[in-house]
């Protein structure tokens, strides 16, 4: 009965942290994106994230970004400086193809750093790609 359940693989969706200036505040913050490299658009799209360590951990945020075009991004949150030292975990759950896709990406704590950028794809800004 186990072989018959197929799980589906979750390719060409990333979350990435871009380091971006901030008009409103006049500061450079640290912004979550989810990005759609897929071909085909994904639907009902979640994202819950956290931070955490041995002894901290944040409050769980729960993200309903909804429909996202294929080669598209989307904003998920701000990161405050606090979390950084965090590990910051992002589940994203979405439709495509019919069936339901489910991945987790996680930035290891003190990974986020401005000696860490590197170009990211379709959004053309200074990033950090997640470990998936």
């Known amino acids: 009965m186990k072989k018959d359940i197929e799980i589906p ?6 979350v990435v942290i871009i380091r971006e200036w ?5 500061s ?19 994202v819950v994230s956290k931070g955490f360590d041995e002894d ?12 996202l075009e294929p080669k598209s991004f989307r904003k998920i949150e701000f990161l405050q400086e606090e979390v950084l030292a965090l ?3 992002f589940f994203v759950t979405f439709f495509a193809e019919n069936k339901l896709f489910e991945k987790r990406f996680l930035f290891p704590k003190h990974t986020i750093a401005e000696d860490r950028l590197t170009t990211i794809p379709i959004i053309d800004k200074e990033g950090i790609l997640a470990k998936d």
Do not use: Q
């Open 9 to 14: 693989v979750a390719k060409d969706v990333h």
């Open 56 to 67: 901290k951990k944040t409050s769980t945020m729960r993200h309903g970004i909804g429909v």
């Open 87 to 89: 590990n910051n975990e």
């Open 28 to 46: 450079k913050d640290w912004n979550a994106y989810l990005i759609n490299n897929r071909t085909d658009t994904i639907e009902m799209t979640i």
């Open 22 to 26: 901030n008009d409103e505040f006049l």
